[in-house]
């Protein structure tokens, strides 16, 4: 079957750094996606691996180990508003264009 | 600008009333999804078209159908609403292997 783990809740204060894990078992692999969710609103695209490493945009970052099935979304410099869910998502195979999401990882930042 | 538009944003429906709801995009993406998402659940994927070709996802309810009459438009039919379809319903576009775009989603109620 197909799983992609993360953690439920997680709790940050305004200027720091967090780190969301998402783990995942899939028939196969073809990207995994970081996605932020605000409630009641769509999920908006934030990162994109698909090799193995680091990729950086801006305050955020995504980490991809396909060996160890393992990623994460590092968050610097909190802001308020970046209290949201963070969805990881798996395109699990080469010849299907869908994308299997995790339940979300419900960040909330303290000032 | 060219995005993802769900109508309407919020629908309330009745037990086992029919109802409709519709996603148009101006991006040209030749990949359009649908995804019900419920409190704190991930989306899960309940159609994909690529181009006219219909996709349905393995455990998705004999009740809920689909329609893409054109590149643009897609609908999501669910025929007789239960209480456990109220849920928000998430429109996606891409071109292959590539990142979604979501619509802003459409919040449904079944009364």
């Known amino acids: 079957g197909q799983n992609i783990d993360q953690p439920t809740e997680m709790t940050a204060t305004e200027g720091a750094i967090v780190q969301i894990n998402c783990t995942y078992q899939t028939s196969g692999f073809n990207g995994l996606f970081w996605y932020q969710q605000h409630a009641g609103e769509a999920p908006t695209f934030l990162s994109y691996?698909?090799?193995?490493g680091l990729e950086e945009k801006g305050r955020f970052s995504s980490f991809l180990s396909r060996s160890k099935g393992y990623s994460y979304l590092l968050l610097k410099e909190l802001q308020m508003k970046d209290s949201a869910s963070y969805l990881c998502a798996v395109r699990a195979s080469y010849n299907t264009d869908k994308l299997i999401f995790g339940t979300g990882t419900r960040l909330q930042v303290f000032p | 600008d060219a995005m993802v538009i769900q109508n309407p944003r919020y629908q309330v429906t009745q037990f086992g009333k029919p109802v409709t709801l519709s996603c148009s995009q101006t991006?040209?993406?030749?990949?359009m999804y649908w995804y019900q998402q419920k409190s704190s659940q991930a989306p899960k994927l309940l159609f994909h078209?690529?181009?006219?070709?219909?996709?349905n996802e393995a455990d998705t309810p004999d009740n809920f159908q689909s329609r893409r009459p054109n590149t643009s438009f897609c609908f999501l039919d669910i025929r007789s609403p239960g209480l456990g379809d109220a849920a928000m319903y998430l429109c996606?576009?891409?071109?292959?292997?590539?990142?979604?775009?979501f619509g802003s989603g459409t919040q449904l109620s079944v009364l």
């Open positions: 691996n698909v090799l193995d």
């Open positions: 996606a576009t891409s071109h292959v292997d590539e990142k979604l775009f």
């Open positions: 991006l040209n993406h030749n990949v």
């Open positions: 078209y690529y181009d006219k070709d219909f996709n």
